[in-house]
Nanobody, 126 residues
Framework: QVELVESGGGLVQAGDSLTVSCAASGLIFSAYTMGWFRQAPGKEREFVSAISWTGGRLYYADSVKGRFTISRDNARNTVYLQMNSLKPEDTAVYSC???????????????????WGQGTQVTVSS
């Protein structure tokens, strides 16, 4: 049974930095593209970033490009999202998910991913 557990969220001020983590179990972590998504109240889930199974391919949504950095540690079965220069509009629940098929890359969005974690709240005050 695949389990993804996010951590590291919190309340920060605009301009601050924060790193959220996602620990995976129940799968061959090094075989899967991993993604970060966020959902703000009243809005649809947004595809934020993705990293391929080797870490060699990266994707960022335009809204976070240049501010967020995704990384992974396959030895620790963990994917990270470092968020710099945070803005109030970054406030959301951040969740991680795995690409449904191993050894494949996609920036197609929510429907290509599964095994969602419960999410971690990130709140950015102005």
């Amino acid at each position: 049974q695949v389990e993804l557990v996010e951590s590291g969220g919190g309340l920060v001020q605009a301009g601050d930095s924060l790193t959220v983590s996602c620990a995976a179990s129940g799968l061959i972590f090094s075989a899967y593209t991993m993604g970060w998504f966020r959902q703000a109240p009243g809005k649809e889930r947004e595809f934020v970033s993705a990293i391929s199974w080797t870490g060699g391919r990266l994707y960022y949504a335009d809204s976070v490009k240049g501010r967020f950095t995704i990384s992974r540690d396959n030895a620790r079965n963990t994917v990270y999202l470092q968020m710099n220069s945070l803005k109030p509009e970054d406030t959301a629940v951040y969740s991680c998910a795995r690409k449904l098929s191993a050894y494949t890359w996609s920036t197609g969005g929510v429907t290509d991913f599964g095994s969602w974690g419960q999410g971690t709240q990130v709140t950015v005050s102005s």
